[in-house]
């Protein structure tokens, strides 16, 4: 009865996205206040039956209903309560349920936080996330309903128990990555909106700019903590000791943070000089397109990878219909409203215009490689040509040249004023953070290693370049006195968050630089008693347990880890066998702090009681999640400037003008 409730209000959330495509859309046509008023509610009906349909799936996998399809392919009766809540996501269709629940949760946000902004516009928003919302919840009643019962028209046939959560999915890691990320993917609908809405009203200006950034924002700020949490989670629980392989599905959440990037960059040229509105369109509908165009790779099974949920071709064929009209009509509406938006604003070649363009350009290009190298083996293999692998070495090279081009603008770009800048009053400036920077960059391998890499150098270099720069455009204002020192305190949290945000950009550089140059990896035969020398660490197999869960038995392995023959720590590496979806599973062990890891992995049993066991030494790995993280917390001091602070006050009198008209 449950599931049936769940499925009703599904579709009764279906219906309020319909109406919310189309009753705000007329009022706002026919000039009809009342018609566009009713663009909050049916947001909110439409959310709620939404939150509803997904706690009742929700409940049915807590109570183990294995009459429904879904839940008896992703469950267990022994599966612990707490995965089995993570199980609703861990599959295909609990998976789009909660896409669409996240979808819905931003519909309802922005109707909340949106009674300052004109009524017109803000039905027009509203009612663009009702069109993206009519698309998914069709997908979802028409193809990849979790409502599905097992029951046939001759006999039932309920399993007694399910077939168990994917392997890879029983972590705390994926507790949090799919949410996090949903929440970045999703998110960029909003900005969609903001952008579409814009062109329809023709309203192109910094008003637009300012109201969308903030959500914006937000966005990026999700999916920046999604994609650190998912590099985390393949780094200890795949056993492979990496951090990012360039996987086609990794691809589909790199490319709309790419261009996110540039947007919010793009945005705030937009509001504060009033240039860049038709490429900040473009780019925020390129955002939201390149979202749907990941969902069509994870969902339709076209390309392999252990992140991907469904191999259905006419789930593919929907979602690629959904993906092209999305695109058609946005690019279409682009085109016929942008090419009468005319920027007034004049700058010349050296300022920061010219700079944060640059950057966005360089963003863009970056994409591109990575959707080239994503599709090309794709459709290379689907005009019969074969099969071609376009893999790390590839993206490691060209991503090498585009950053170092992006960083040196990073470091020039918060220096140069608006509009125009001499050259020479930065030349001294520059020159000096370029000296300290290859200073900084050869000194600090001779501190922490014993050699010298190149690349290491290089990655270093330009970590310090933007350490440097950021701290040199703080004291440029201090010599210009636009500030003095006591008052710098007082800049805007955004300008705050622009400097916190580019050191944690240099954060990650030199996590990056440092563990592709200076890891140690070694495979080794090991047994109970036996001990690795790497200096300065020593590793000893002290023994091997048995140990079981709910779903699982395992071969775990005890290391003790001495540095200098002293002892560090004690460490357990697993070998897990699923017992109900019968695979073996890695448990990799961690000794950590903050400069570096310690990373031990259990391999196959290769006889006479002796295993393959592979060590690494992974120096400043962590550096990359924490600049991650220093990064997400950049976007939530820019989103908590006064100037984004949201009042929810009644509609002003123009307003209620508009309202009664």
Same mark, same amino acid.
């Given at each position: 009865?449950? !599931? ?14 319909? @109406? ?46 294995? #009459? ?22 861990? $599959? ?29 516009? !803000? ?40 077939? =168990? ?5 029983? =972590? ?36 637009? &700019? ?48 790419? /261009? ?5 960059? $793009? ?32 969902? #339709? ?135 300290? !920077? ?40 201090? !010599? ?45 035969? @090991? ?15 002290? $023994? ?44 990799? &062990? ?6 570096? =890891?310690?990373? /031990? ?6 006889? =006479? ?7 690494? /030494? ?5 550096? /990359? ?37």
């Amino acid at each position: 009865m449950i !599931a049936e409730l769940g499925h009703f209000a599904l579709a009764l959330a279906f219906a309020f996205s319909l @109406m919310l495509a189309i009753v705000p859309l007329v009022g706002a046509y026919r000039g009809h206040g009342g018609y566009m008023a009713l663009a909050r509610p049916l947001t909110y009906g439409m959310f709620i039956f939404t939150l509803i349909s997904y706690i009742a799936l929700t409940w049915a996998f807590l109570v183990g209903d294995f #009459s429904l399809i879904y839940v008896a392919n992703n469950s267990s009766s022994v599966l612990p309560w707490y995965y089995r809540i993570t199980a609703v996501w861990g $599959s295909h269709e609990g998976s789009f349920l909660l896409w669409m629940l996240v979808q819905a949760g931003w519909a309802a946000a922005l109707a909340l936080y949106s009674t300052r902004l004109p009524l017109t516009f !803000a039905a027009r928003v509203l009612a663009v996330m009702g069109i993206i919302g009519v698309g998914f919840y069709l997908f979802m009643l028409l193809t990849s309903n979790p409502f599905d019962r097992t029951l046939s028209y001759v006999m039932p046939m309920i399993p007694i128990d399910g077939r =168990d959560m994917n392997p890879l999915l029983q =972590d705390p890691g994926m507790i949090i990555h799919p949410p996090l990320l949903y929440f970045g993917y999703v998110g960029l609908s909003v900005a969609f909106s903001f952008a579409i809405a814009a062109l329809m009203g023709g309203r192109l200006d910094s008003a637009w &700019a300012r109201w969308s950034r903030p959500w914006t924002l937000a966005a990026w700020i999700f999916l920046t903590l999604g994609i650190m949490v998912g590099s985390w989670w393949a780094y200890y629980e795949l056993g492979w000791g990496g951090w990012w392989f360039w996987d086609p599905v990794e691809n589909a959440s790199f490319m709309p943070w790419l /261009i996110a990037t540039a947007l919010i960059h $793009s945005l705030a040229v937009t509001e504060k000089r009033g240039t860049f509105k038709s490429w900040t369109v473009l780019l925020a509908i390129s955002g939201f397109s390149l979202s749907l165009l990941g969902t069509f790779l994870v969902r #339709s099974g076209v390309l392999v990878s252990v992140h991907s949920f469904a191999a259905d071709p006419k789930r593919g064929l929907f979602l690629l219909a959904f993906l092209t009209v999305v695109i058609v009509a946005s690019l279409l509406l682009y085109a016929l409203r942008a090419s009468k938006v005319v920027s007034h604003t004049r700058y010349e070649l050296f300022s920061r215009e010219v700079m944060l363009l640059g950057n966005n350009i360089l963003l863009v290009t970056a994409t591109m490689v990575v959707l080239l190298g994503t599709l090309l083996p794709l459709v290379h293999q689907q005009l019969g040509l074969g099969s071609v692998s376009i893999g790390e070495p590839f993206f490691n090279t060209v991503f090498f040249w585009l950053v170092i081009p992006f960083v040196v603008l990073i470091g020039i770009a918060p220096m140069v004023r608006w509009r125009r800048q001499s050259m020479a009053e930065l030349i001294k400036p520059l020159l000096l953070a370029l000296f300290l !920077a290859v200073a900084v960059g050869f000194a600090l391998p001779l501190v922490f290693a014993n050699h010298v890499s190149g690349m290491a150098v290089i990655g270093l270099i330009m970590a310090a370049w933007i350490t440097i720069t950021t701290v040199q455009e703080l004291r440029l204002r201090i !010599a210009n006195r636009e500030h003095k020192l006591p008052a710098l305190v007082k800049l805007g949290r955004s300008h705050w968050g622009m400097v916190l945000g580019h050191v944690g950009f240099a954060v990650v550089i030199i996590g990056i630089a440092l563990v592709q140059n200076y890891e140690v990896e070694r495979t080794v035969r @090991m047994a109970p008693g036996d001990t690795f020398v790497q200096e300065p660490y020593s590793f000893t197999f002290q $023994s091997l347990k048995h140990r079981e869960g709910s779903n699982w038995i395992s071969d775990a392995a005890v290391f003790e880890i001495s540095r200098n023959n002293k002892v560090i720590g004690t460490v357990l590496s697993e070998k897990r066998f699923y017992t109900i979806q019968r695979q073996v599973q890695t448990k990799t &062990a961690l000794q950590v702090n903050p400069l570096r =890891d310690l990373y /031990i992995a259990m391999g196959e049993e290769l006889g =006479d009681g002796s295993w393959a066991v592979r060590i690494q /030494i992974k120096p400043f790995v962590r550096w /990359i999640w924490f600049g991650g993280v220093l990064m997400a917390i950049a976007g939530l001091l820019s989103i908590s400037d006064k100037r984004y602070r949201i009042k929810r006050k009644p509609l002003v009198a123009a307003q209620a003008k508009e309202a009664k008209a």
